[in-house]
């Protein structure tokens, strides 16, 4: 059955902390939104390794920035695609973008600190890491294990200190999620962080889950 098979999550790393904090609402410009959904269905019918469909999604992302200037998707989109073509001093300019938008968005500032690490600007990174791992904490201090978000919230927490070089911590620390969260999904991406070498979290290596008790709740 479907339901049996494993599943791969897809979507880039960043993507597991966006399931973390909700963004303040912005009026979209619908023109800009036109061609942010075209650039992300450019790329989402194209083949992974095709180089042009990034390219082509990214010009269609400039002119949507053009538009509206305090699109956060865009950027956000944008920087995804950057980083997969390794234009990494183009995922900068989004990711401080990002961080105009979002200063205190951890899963933002876990992003711009890889950004600068790629580009090789350690000490702004280590202090975006930082940051995120004070702002993490905050958010995850106010809710309990059953949120529907803090599975995110809490993988990005655990990712941020492998980033930080400080792997037992984030061992240690995914050993109490282990213990309070039984949700069959949550343990899989929790297990899978446990294995991950800092280079796999810097670059984005792909999770993977079993969806055999059911749909992730994310």
């Keep these: ?25 912005h009026k979209i410009n619908p023109e800009a939104r036109k061609l942010n959904d075209s650039a ?23 002119r949507a920035i053009k538009i509206d200037s305090d699109y956060y998707i865009a950027y956000k989109n944008r920087f995804s695609y950057q980083s997969a073509l390794k234009e990494y001093n183009g995922a900068l300019e ?18 711009a600190g890889e950004a600068y690490e790629w580009t090789g600007n350690k000490t702004s990174a280590t202090l975006c890491y ?16 059953q949120n529907r978000s803090y599975c995110g919230l809490a993988t990005g927490n655990a990712m941020v200190l492998i980033l930080l ?15 309070k969260d039984t949700d069959p999904i949550n343990r899989q991406f929790y297990e899978a962080i446990s294995a991950y070498s800092r280079n796999d979290v810097l670059y984005w290596k792909t ?5 055999s008790a059911g749909p992730i709740k994310h």
């Design 94 to 111: 989004s990711a401080k973008q990002m961080l105009k938008l979002h200063p205190n968005d951890p899963s933002v500032l876990t992003l």
């Design 207 to 211: 999770v993977t889950v079993s969806q």
């Design 1 to 25: 059955m479907a339901s049996n098979k494993i599943k791969t999550i897809l979507a880039l790393l960043p993507l597991v902390w966006q399931f973390s904090c909700a963004q303040p609402k």
């Design 40 to 62: 992300t269905n450019i790329v989402f019918h194209g083949i992974p390794t095709d180089s042009g469909a990034y390219k082509s999604a990214i010009s269609l992302l400039n």
């Design 130 to 145: 930082n940051n995120a791992l004070l702002n993490f904490h905050k958010i995850l201090d106010t809710m309990n294990v």
């Design 165 to 179: 070089n400080k792997k037992q911590q984030s061992d240690d620390y995914i050993k109490e999620l282990l213990k």
